[in-house]
């Protein structure tokens, strides 16, 4: 491992926790009465949704997958990010990813993100995602974009699909991305991870009463300590810089820890009492705001070394 930082949980962060808690016990309640938090966190993918007027927006189609291409008017992106979202490989993109991806696009008006749209298990299941993804990555480098100054995001599933890339993308002989930054990666779908038994009574995501994980959508009948598929059981060296993000109530929370162990230049944040991509709290809590300051002095720090090069 390379650097390990803990975070001590903060009193906005025990009220956000709670709203997370009563939101996911009251699930049922919710639904009927088709009360949801919208402000938070949205499935919708909107038809006529506006990232700003100083933002440029396209789209692109890569192997027949879309990507959402988003950057800076007038300016001239030096560095580029490739997005890969959450869900359980079974939920596609959505408006709040579209908010994460303008958050990154925040940290720095040389940025270009690129959001792929991958195919959604289980009509598609693994490798069609990371097919996809490899396409991507190729595509960037094929833009002028140099490995150097490539830095891979991702979530959840996006973050273990991330980690994934990576892994084949050294198998395959290509120069790796400068780095990538995870927020709760799923790396390890054979569910062997202390976490999985010590967190289930904590974790308000995928803990005692919730409806598991699918690990078979986005497997199928392949074998679950595939490093393609479970990051966990990957080789690492000569690896990217690796930022990474958990909370300490999460059920794969694990996941998180026996990837960083793996990798020397990793640096893991972990947050005590937080749940499941926490920094997708945005403003609202003080471990997201934490979270999202660190992110952004991680990417500056690597677009400001290549500037002065």
């Known amino acids: 491992m390379g650097e390990y930082v803990f975070h001590e949980q903060k009193i906005s962060d025990k009220f956000g926790v709670g709203l997370v808690r009563f939101a996911f016990r009251f699930k049922a309640a919710r639904e009927r009465y088709n009360f949801k938090f919208k402000y938070f966190f949205t499935n919708t993918l909107s038809k006529k949704y506006s990232y700003g007027k100083d933002i440029s927006y396209n789209i692109i189609e890569v192997d027949g997958a879309k990507t959402e291409v988003i950057s800076y008017s007038n300016e001239k992106p030096s560095h580029a990010i490739l997005h890969l979202h959450g869900g359980a490989y079974v939920s596609g993109y959505n408006d709040t990813y579209r908010k994460v991806a303008k958050k990154y696009l925040k940290a720095n008006r040389r940025l270009k993100i690129f959001s792929l749209m991958y195919s959604l298990a289980p009509d598609n299941p693994f490798p069609k995602a990371l097919e996809e993804s490899i396409s991507l990555y190729k595509k960037i480098l094929d833009g002028g974009f140099l490995p150097e100054n490539i830095i891979f995001v991702g979530d959840s599933a996006g973050g273990g699909l991330s980690l994934a890339l990576g892994l084949a993308l050294k198998d395959k002989g290509f120069s790796l991305p400068k780095a990538m930054i995870t927020m709760s990666p799923w790396t390890d779908l054979a569910d062997e991870g202390e976490s999985h038994i010590k967190n289930k009574e904590k974790d308000p995501f995928f803990g005692k009463g919730t409806v598991p994980l699918d690990k078979k959508a986005y497997a199928g009948e392949h ?42 230049n990793s640096i893991i944040h972990e947050f005590e009492g937080m749940f499941h991509v926490f920094p997708f709290g945005f403003n609202k809590m003080a471990s997201s705001r934490e979270a999202w300051r660190i992110i952004y002095k991680f990417i500056n720090d690597i677009i400001e070394v290549d500037e002065n090069e």
């Open 223 to 264: 074998d679950l300590h595939n490093p393609y598929i479970s990051p966990k059981y990957g080789e690492y060296n000569s690896f990217s810089d690796l930022l990474m993000f958990v909370g300490s109530h999460e059920v794969i929370e694990s996941d998180t820890l026996a990837v960083g162990k793996k990798v020397k």
